[in-house]
């Protein structure tokens, strides 16, 4: 007798033939490839993992040495069928599928999964008047140079290349970039444990299918940012986490209530404010700074236009990485890890993993680069004349030049040049590779410390009047302003 297994969604047809001497099975293949794109935060549509020859039953499963399925999704063994009513991740996946028959043969084949992001909340985090939104670009704001020792980016590091640490495809079977999950303020809470660093919570609304830096499946940051949505007598909030792992059940099979643990996390609880994280307790990052709101995402690059012809505006500074900041931070940061120090006016040693003022700067520093400094492209260096025919880099561009990047995280070995940004389908890599036309050398530090209200709050004495047109002006001396202009 033969059977022949043939894949249609969520239904199972067996071809049942009688010939009269046996037939040797052929060969067990996988005949998908990829699987129906999504779109994170919606209900998925379902995919079956089609299979040809060896001998039925099958059983699925996933290789955990490549990404796990997109988040929010689950594969059941005896089936091959993949459904998910929300999708937690973005980006392109690329995980391995195992196949093995009833007589023990096995074969496996990657299925790319392609989601876009829904990342538009992310322009909502903390007031138009937040330092992170403040145009920096001198013909605007007549901000200076930032002349202190410390200041400029290390020398070593100036001709190392601006490229995007996000893109469309995947990197290595994961999704290329740091994912962010808007949830709802009835999210229920969930224990979650502290392993190694500094904790701001024991319990957090973190959903099983809240999307992982890498995925579950990965060795390496886990980032795990989640913004809960205000309402009510509730503000918005800002939980983020480094090394966070869901400890429920595989894939979210089991147990859908968490608990989670994770290396070191943060909380912002109201993101309606501009309040910072307390000095020198550090969040997920190396620089004590928020990474979701800073975060390159392709809702504000697209716009109201389309991938290939974006319309869009990047109104914030933009996170990146050197192999080893200075080991001191300046407002805004409120943390630091890195290397070398500075000394005062009297030659005396400043403590490492300390603020250092950008008003009243050390005398000396053997480093450069602390957490914090805000970088913005010189005027005079040229836009790459690539940008004319890369949209999507161009925007970006020229965020560069009005916002600024933002010293948060070091690298290490060759991280130098990293713009941090969010995994989405509609990125187009080839475009963003225009980026690599412009070095750290093109960039000058900015002397911001006029601007700083208070050491605790990320507010300015600036009234960024028009934001959402792309444009500043600075009311010298002014208190902190309303944020009529913001959202």
Partial sequence: MTLRYSAALFATTFLVGVPCIAQAASPLMITTASCPNGVQGQGYMGCVIGVTGGVWPYTFAVDPNFASLPEGLTLNSGSGVITGSQIGGQGTYQPNIIVTDHAGARTAQQVTFAINGANGFLASIFTSNSIFHHRMD??????????SPAAPILSAYLPA?????????????VPNGIPVFSVPQNQQQVAVKTTTYQSYFTSAPIPWNAPVQGTANSTGDRHVLIYVQGGGNQSPALYEMWVGQYQGGSLGAGNRNGPWTDGSNALWPNVNSDALTPQGKGTSDAAGLPYAPLLVNADEVIGNGTPGAP?????????FTVNYMLNYWVWPATQSAGAGSCTDKSGNVIPPESQISQSAPPASCNWSGPAGQIYRLKASVPTPACAATSPQAAVIIQALRNYGIIMIDNGGSGGNGFLAGTPDARWNDADLRCLVNLNLAAFEPVNVSSLMVSNNSGATRSTVTARLTGTATAAVGATRSTTSAAR
Avoid at 161 to 173: E, K, L, N, V
């Fill in 138 to 147: 001198a013909a605007t704001t007549g901000l200076p140079v930032d002349t």
């Fill in 161 to 173: 290349p601006i490229r995007a640490a996000f893109g469309g495809a995947a990197y290595a079977s």
């Fill in 311 to 319: 319309r869009g505006a990047i109104q914030h500074t933009i996170p």
